[in-house]
Nanobody, 117 residues
Framework: QVQLVESGGGLVQPGGSLRLSCAASGMFFTIYTMGWYRQAPGKQRELVARITPSNTTNYADSVKGRFTISRDNAKKTVYLQMNSLQPEDTAVYFC???????????WGQGTQVTVSS
């Protein structure tokens, strides 16, 4: 079965950086749009960034210029480089794989990112 495993979360000071990774297995990785979502306490889950099979990217306005999504199809892994982190970035970050053409998607277990001084 499809499995998505996130890693790289943790505690970081404001202005710091983290790189999240999402390793996929049990899927034809190259045909999926991959995304990162986050959910903060008291907030709805929101899209952070997405990357299509053709490497087209989309970002939430709140992270543009600070975060970068990328994928390595050979390693079946998606990354989220997060720079200039702020307290409002504190959330659980989830990896998503979306086979849009047939309305099938999968979620990872989430990884906690905490930005605090």
């Amino acid at each position: 079965q499809v499995q998505l495993v996130e890693s790289g979360g943790g505690l970081v000071q404001p202005g710091g950086s983290l790189r999240l990774s999402c390793a996929a297995s049990g899927m034809f990785f190259t045909i999926y749009t991959m995304g990162w979502y986050r959910q903060a306490p008291g907030k709805q889950r929101e899209l952070v960034a997405r990357i299509t099979p053709s490497n087209t990217t989309n970002y939430a306005d709140s992270v543009k210029g600070r975060f970068t999504i990328s994928r390595d199809n050979a390693k079946k892994t998606v990354y989220l480089q997060m720079n200039s982190l702020q307290p409002e970035d504190t959330a659980v970050y989830f990896c998503n794989a979306d086979r849009i053409a047939i309305s099938r998607d999968y979620w990872g277990q989430g990884t906690q990112v905490t930005v605090s001084s």
